[in-house]
């Protein structure tokens, strides 16, 4: 660390590298790369500390759902902090916890009426997994403890949340660390041959999950799996068909299912959750990133009032004692009104069929492109792979082209060979038509 007064001469970006230890980043890599600076935003913009405008492509992390300093969610946090900023969930409840509990309650037709708070997208998992096996032993059937995940999936990266997580560079130094899972093959539609439609590869996916279950369900609490889209594992798409058979077979075989829609619940493929297309609903259902519009830290997990009646009882054991610090805060339940507001004020889902159409003409560049393959859209997220040829080239792809994107004005984050985009529920066709051009010019620049 330097002294405070040398900081003040420095750039804010030069003065975190020296500070701030950054997720997620290798951070010598910065030596090379700039660390951006962002002072303020508006709308879909982010505004750096040169004043420089940026496009924010990917809603900031999948969290921003109508832009940045939105006039509606502002006032509603700022009201609310005229009131309660925090209280302890436990023994105390507040307006905004409740009316927020009963509002996703009603979007989920009751069938997942009990909310559970926490305060990031892993500790919602966490939640879900501890409460899939204390209802297990709840019903006297203690073995039931292992889980299920998918080829691919992403959960987050704390231990519990880690182990069920199949992406490797997040696991691999921290393996001997985590629980034992089992893992199905992923259903991602890419992996069609000539002549095979995506529900054939969502089929045999659900096949391979049918032969575990039938000789190890006396084991397994519940399967998680990321409906429609595993965002993380490079946007693989799938068919609703495959969630169609894992609710059945959770079922034939007492097994919970848990639908982890951090990323793409919020109308994020479309429908306000996304099991909605495959017209089930899971044991448990999880909730973050949009859900407070990008403003404050909230995850939460739903659940059926079986489940939440198996922990009704006398015994303190008997219930289910978890808990963080920030759970429910008010301030975050605040924005998730406000937002869950704008969604029903201003008809989201059904604009966002138009702004997903924009999305598709800004982008039909690539269908056509050759360095490109599988396009794919599913709502608000559309994405597309670069041949592995030109990678070899380019190793450090996904640096290469997030410079470039800056350089064209874009907040753009490769993952892998996938480039995508995921914008706010704010974008008008003109600034997807900038997004559609400017990635392409930044990709012309990284690979000729
Ligand atoms: C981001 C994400 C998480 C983890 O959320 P954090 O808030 O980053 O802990 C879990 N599951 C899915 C599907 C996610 O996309």
């Known amino acids: 660390m330097k002294s405070l007064s040398e900081s003040n001469q420095t750039s804010l970006a030069n003065r975190s590298l020296d500070?701030?230890?950054?997720?997620?980043?290798?951070?010598?890599?910065?030596?090379?790369?700039?660390?951006?600076?962002?002072?303020?935003?508006?709308?879909?913009?982010?505004?750096?500390?040169?004043?420089?405008?940026?496009?924010?492509?990917?809603?900031?992390?999948?969290?921003?759902?109508?832009?940045?300093?939105?006039?509606?969610?502002?006032?509603?946090?700022?009201?609310?902090?005229?009131?309660?900023?925090?209280?302890m969930l436990a023994g105390f409840t507040h307006p905004p916890v409740v009316e927020l509990s009963e509002k996703l309650s009603a979007l989920t037709l009751g069938h997942l009426g009990h909310v559970f708070f926490a305060s990031d997208g892993a500790s919602a998992v966490e939640v879900s997994l501890k409460m899939s096996h204390h209802y297990w032993r709840l019903q006297n059937k203690p073995q039931k403890k292992k889980f299920v995940c998918v080829e691919n999936g992403y959960h987050g990266e704390t231990l519990g949340a880690l182990a069920i997580t199949d992406v490797a560079i997040f696991r691999e130094a921290y393996g001997s660390l985590l629980q034992d899972v089992f893992t199905v093959p992923s259903p991602d539609?890419?992996?069609?041959?000539?002549?095979?439609?995506?529900?054939?590869?969502?089929?045999?996916?659900?096949?391979?999950?049918?032969?575990?279950?039938?000789?190890?369900?006396?084991?397994?609490?519940?399967?998680?799996?990321e409906p429609l889209v595993q965002c993380a594992g490079q946007m693989a798409m799938h068919s609703p068909k495959y969630l169609k058979?894992?609710?059945?077979?959770?079922?034939?075989?007492?097994?919970?299912?848990?639908?982890?829609?951090?990323?793409?619940?919020?109308?994020?493929?479309?429908?306000?959750?996304?099991?909605?297309h495959a017209g089930i609903w899971p044991d448990f259902l999880t909730l973050s990133k949009g859900i407070s519009g990008g403003y404050l830290p909230l995850s939460l997990s739903m659940t059926t009032d079986k489940i939440y009646h198996?922990?009704?009882?006398?015994?303190?054991?008997?219930?289910?004692?978890?808990?963080?610090?920030?759970t429910g805060?008010?301030?975050?339940?605040?924005?998730?009104?406000?937002?869950?507001?704008?969604?029903?004020?201003?008809?989201?889902?059904?604009?966002?069929?138009?702004?997903?159409?924009?999305?598709?003409?800004?982008?039909?560049?690539?269908?056509?492109?050759?360095?490109?393959?599988?396009?794919?859209?599913?709502?608000?997220?559309?994405a597309f792979d670069i041949q592995s040829q030109y990678l070899e080239t380019h190793p450090s792809f996904v640096r290469e082209m997030f410079a470039a994107s800056l350089a064209e004005g874009m907040l753009i984050r490769p993952i892998g060979n996938t480039i995508y985009v995921m914008p706010p529920y704010i974008l008008s066709a003109e600034q997807a038509l900038q997004?559609?051009?400017?990635?392409?010019?930044?990709?012309?620049?990284?690979?000729t």
């Not at 997004?435 to 690979?447: C, E, H, K, Y």
Request: aromatic share 8%; net charge negative.
């Open 19 to 87: 500070a701030v230890w950054h997720p997620c980043t290798q951070m010598k890599h910065h030596e090379s790369l700039p660390l951006v600076a962002i002072t303020h935003g508006k709308g879909a913009y982010l505004f750096d500390e040169q004043g420089n405008k940026l496009l924010d492509c990917i809603s900031s992390w999948w969290t921003n759902l109508f832009g940045h300093s939105n006039p509606l969610i502002n006032q509603a946090i700022s009201s609310q902090l005229e009131k309660i900023e925090h209280v």
């Open 189 to 225: 539609a890419r992996k069609a041959q000539e002549g095979q439609t995506s529900e054939d590869i969502a089929i045999q996916a659900a096949k391979k999950l049918e032969l575990l279950l039938e000789t190890e369900h006396h084991q397994i609490a519940a399967v998680i799996v």
């Open 435 to 447: 997004m559609g051009t400017s990635v392409q010019r930044a990709l012309n620049r990284v690979i």
């Open 245 to 276: 058979q894992v609710r059945d077979l959770c079922d034939r075989f007492n097994v919970h299912l848990i639908a982890d829609e951090i990323a793409v619940g919020c109308g994020r493929t479309g429908k306000f959750f996304a099991c909605e």
């Open 329 to 382: 805060n008010p301030l975050a339940c605040a924005a998730a009104l406000a937002c869950l507001k704008i969604f029903e004020t201003e008809s989201v889902l059904e604009k966002n069929l138009e702004r997903s159409a924009d999305l598709a003409k800004a982008f039909a560049w690539a269908k056509e492109d050759g360095r490109v393959t599988h396009w794919r859209q599913q709502g608000m997220i559309l």
């Open 310 to 326: 198996a922990f009704y009882g006398d015994k303190v054991q008997q219930a289910f004692l978890h808990s963080h610090s920030y």
